[in-house]
């Protein structure tokens, strides 16, 4: 890559990189190969999320004066970045990645919302439901707790014309 590429390159790569609510650090173990990364990568795209292998020297440039400098202690062998705006399923999809390839690949470590996460909250958040999966957890609680009140509402009137009813037949 000449100077004036590899310019173009990491302006690219920071401002994906910055305007990403979640970027997490993976290290590529040997044995994993091109046909599982293209796998990965159309599982992050189904996600909106992306993954890139970059050079070391080169994400330290990308990262560098920003609030993703703190990843540059993780960057060691072949690391790849993996990015979105949906932490939940971006974590999902690596962690499932991860653990269908038997270790392959390892989540290190990430930034979200500003802050570094470990691995092991990363593999955390994969366990959580997605944004719509909560949502319609919490529209089921609405919904149970509307017909529980409205149950609670008409069961007066029900047990006055019950015991009506119960009269009338003596």
């Given at each position: 890559m000449l100077r004036q590429e590899k310019e173009t390159f990491v302006t690219n790569v920071r401002g994906e990189l910055l305007n990403s609510e979640i970027v997490?650090?993976?290290?590529?173990?040997?044995?994993?190969?091109?046909?599982?990364?293209?796998?990965?990568?159309k599982d992050m795209?189904?996600?909106?999320?992306?993954?890139?292998?970059?050079?070391?020297?080169?994400?330290?440039?990308?990262?560098?004066?920003?609030?993703?400098?703190?990843?540059?202690?993780?960057?060691?062998?072949?690391t790849g970045f993996a990015y979105s705006n949906d932490p939940v399923e971006l974590a999902k999809a690596v962690f499932n990645f991860c653990k269908d390839n038997d270790g392959k690949?390892?989540?290190?470590?990430?930034?979200?919302?500003?802050?570094?996460?470990?691995?092991?909250?990363?593999?955390e958040l994969?366990?959580?439901?997605?944004?719509?999966?909560?949502?319609?957890?919490?529209?089921?609680?609405?919904?149970?707790?509307?017909?529980?009140?409205v149950r609670t509402i008409n069961e007066p009137g029900a047990m006055i014309a019950r015991i009506i009813a119960a009269k009338a037949k003596n």
């Open positions: 997490v650090v993976v290290n590529r173990g040997s044995g994993i190969t091109v046909e599982e990364i293209t796998k990965l990568r795209n189904k996600s909106k999320s992306k993954f890139k292998v970059i050079k070391n020297t080169l994400a330290r440039k990308a990262m560098e004066g920003s609030l993703l400098d703190c990843l540059n202690q993780y960057l060691s062998g072949t690949m390892e989540i290190v470590a990430g930034v979200m919302d500003g802050k570094v996460v470990t691995g092991a909250q990363i593999k994969a366990t959580l439901p997605s944004l719509d999966g909560l949502r319609s957890q919490i529209v089921g609680l609405l919904s149970a707790v509307a017909g529980k009140l």
